[in-house]
């Protein structure tokens, strides 16, 4: 159970899934992903001030990676924010969140002419991953995917079934993100499991899509980024932009960010066997230096993987 449905951990195993991926295709269903809809005069202004990107480059079509903040600084849910108009916006946002996130926008959004809908309940997400995911969605496509840049997103028919498609990812592989109607998902997953035999595809479960995403070094809410303020610490200053003016957090976050971090997010990878776990602590010379967040085996680097915050004095490669 997570996130009010029953996911899949595995079909074949982790380590296969994960290779499967890396190597040839993979099919997640991942529509436990809630989805926000902004409509309004007053959209592109309101989610200025309530995320800490700066949507002033976005234009109709394109994604963008951004965090939304409390007050204090701390993550309420990172996000990706997908732009119709100025004036249409759908933000994906984390299953686990999204009653919540969706508590947050609206208690945010009184001042600005805005419409808030949560479509989660309405809206199926499918994620095609890996090498030869475009290869096997491009004949149940009605447009060429080679026009489909990354971060960028098109309305379009699947299997014949409206679809909006994306190209973002998870997993550090090329891929694609298909929203579609409850009613329609299972046709489209039956026709891309068939459509991908002759390139390898299998079905993915969430363990793989953990090992995939650590590999990469992605953030996890509830792992790296959580409701304290630490998103410096975590490197997503690249989401924050202090210079679009006010923001939700934004002064609890420049301040920290003048007073200089303290600590910082690292990967690690063990040099004997073992896997390191969430919540194990990290020692330099037999003193605490910091704790793990994220732990797995990685199939990749064939070694014990994580991502762990430490001292800032002990985030050099090497030390």
Not at 138 to 157: E, M, V
Not at 194 to 206: M, R
Not at 211 to 229: A, Q, V, W
């Amino acid at each position: 159970p997570f996130a009010g449905c029953n996911m899949p951990i595995q079909f074949a195993g982790v380590l296969n899934e994960h290779n499967c991926v890396r190597k040839k295709v993979g099919l997640f269903d991942v529509s436990h992903m809630g989805e926000v809809e902004v409509e309004g005069s007053g959209a592109k202004d309101f989610l200025q001030y309530l995320l800490t990107n700066d949507l002033g480059k976005m234009f109709d079509g394109s994604i963008l990676y951004s965090l939304m903040c409390y007050e204090n600084g701390g993550v309420v849910d990172d996000l990706l924010v997908h732009r119709f108009s100025e004036n249409h916006y759908f933000l994906c946002v984390n299953a686990s969140n999204s009653d919540k996130d969706y508590q947050w926008i609206v208690k945010n959004s009184t001042s600005f002419d805005v419409n808030v809908k949560n479509i989660s309940s309405e809206t199926s997400q499918l994620a095609l991953q890996g090498p030869n995911a475009e290869n096997v969605l491009q004949p149940l496509c009605d447009f060429s995917l080679n026009d489909l840049s990354y971060y960028n997103f098109k309305k379009g028919r699947v299997n014949d079934v409206e679809s909006i498609i994306s190209r973002t990812g998870y997993t550090g592989e090329d891929g694609f993100e298909l929203y579609l109607t409850p009613e329609k998902v299972l046709e489209v997953y039956r026709s891309l499991i068939s459509e991908g035999q002759s390139y390898g595809i299998q079905p993915i479960g969430l363990g793989a899509r953990d090992t995939l995403r650590m590999e990469m070094g992605y953030s996890l809410y509830g792992n790296e980024i959580d409701d304290k303020p630490t998103p410096l610490d975590a490197g997503l200053g690249w989401v924050i932009k202090f210079n679009k003016g006010e923001f939700l957090g934004r002064e609890n976050l420049l301040k920290q960010k003048e007073q200089g971090l303290q600590r910082k997010l690292v990967g690690v990878k063990l040099l004997a066997r073992g896997v390191p776990r969430s919540h194990y602590q990290v020692f330099k010379n037999g003193e605490s230096a910091g704790e793990v967040t994220s732990g797995t085996f990685s199939p990749t680097c064939k070694a014990g993987i994580g991502l762990c915050y430490v001292s800032k004095e002990y985030a050099d490669i090497g030390s």
